[in-house]
């Protein structure tokens, strides 16, 4: 299944602390076993290819097996190194920002832009990262019910009804898509949603592909999408930066992540947020939100499809046994 080598390769470009060998002539002698390969490839696309045939845990495994639990190798790019197990993890989380900083490789940062939440270190994490988690507050998701419940509804009424057989994983991907479009951009159904499709498609392709800038290339491709998609997110901030001065002050409620974003007061530098953070963490939410979240709902509705139990118990809306 294609997207679940998606999102594994997003969980790993992105949850998986993957930490590059800064100066590395400074350690020469003192690198950790394993090997760089070829130059650029490295062990890209061997591992590429472990995660379309669902065998990366074999892929890391083998090369624990190997060399132990911190070893070196080259991903996308990049010289790497990759820490293992409970101890390398304590390491990680527990040591401080001037060893070890956040960092994405520098191909990645191309797509995805430089400000966002994986590339900051210190207090600029903290602050971006605070001003994110305010969109999801609870009582701020509360209010985001009932834009998805009018997704959904028409997502139902123009794919779903009368029909006798449908392809799911597809249409969760569509789902998925209008959802962000309404929640993080605030882009109704029309035109710009249509236009933001394609470019979004590409710079998902290009974060989990070799990251070779040739023309054509899968890499090239997303990088073009960036180009047209950024004047888009700044043509919506500005206009959702007049409609906030027209309401006097962010009286209005988070109508979309942008709006939310903007409308931190900026009257406090400890939650301020540059225009620059709000496009690259925007585009980061949308990639990491859409093959993750249309993958779940893929596999939430195969469960309700195979299992009746758990179909009628949701019909039902009793949750007790859930
Ligand atoms: C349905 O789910 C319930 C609860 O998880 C489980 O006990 C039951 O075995 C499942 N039934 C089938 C047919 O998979």
């Given amino acids: 299944m294609e997207l679940m080598v998606f999102m594994t390769l ?10 590059y060998l800064f100066n590395h002539k400074k350690y020469n002698g003192r690198l950790p076993p394993g090997s760089l390969g070829l130059p650029v490839i490295g062990q890209s696309l061997s591992l590429l290819r472990a995660l379309k045939a669902d065998k990366v845990e074999k892929w890391f495994q083998e090369r624990i097996t190997n060399h132990g639990h911190v070893w070196k190798a080259s991903l996308f790019g990049y010289p790497t190194v990759v820490l293992h197990g409970p101890a390398a993890n304590k390491f990680v989380y527990t040591c401080d920002g001037n060893l070890l900083a956040n960092s994405q490789p520098p191909s990645l940062t191309r797509i995805v832009g430089c400000k966002n939440l994986m590339e900051l270190s210190a207090n600029d994490h ?32 123009s794919h779903w009804h009368g029909k006798h057989e449908v392809q799911v994983q597809p249409l969760m991907k569509t789902l998925t898509f209008n959802i962000i479009c309404s929640l993080l951009f605030g882009i109704e159904r029309g035109t710009q949603r249509e236009k933001l499709l394609p470019l979004f498609h590409d710079m998902i392709e290009g974060v989990l592909s070799v990251p070779i800038n040739l ?16 004047p888009m997110i ?26 939310s974003l903007l409308s931190i007061r ?15 963490n925007i585009i980061v939410v949308m990639i990491a939100g859409y093959d993750t979240t249309s993958v779940l709902l893929t596999f939430f509705l195969r469960l ?19």
Wanted: charged share 25%.
């Fill in 10 to 19: 997003l969980l790993l470009l992105i949850l998986v602390p993957i930490f």
């Fill in 126 to 157: 903290k602050r971006v990262r605070a001003a994110l988690v305010s969109f999801l507050k609870l009582e701020v998701l509360k209010q985001y019910v009932a834009k998805v419940d009018v997704e959904i509804q028409h997502h139902l009424q």
């Fill in 215 to 230: 023309p054509f290339s899968k890499y090239n491709r997303a990088i073009i999408a960036r180009k047209k998609l950024v």
């Fill in 234 to 259: 700044i043509h919506l901030i500005q206009k959702k930066k007049e409609a906030l001065m027209e309401q006097n002050q962010g009286d209005i409620p988070h109508k979309d992540l942008i709006t």
């Fill in 266 to 280: 900026h009257d406090d530098s400890s939650t301020m947020i540059s225009e620059e953070e709000i496009i690259d």
């Fill in 304 to 322: 309700l499809a195979s299992n009746k139990s758990i179909y009628s118990t949701i019909v039902q809306g009793n949750t007790n046994m859930l």
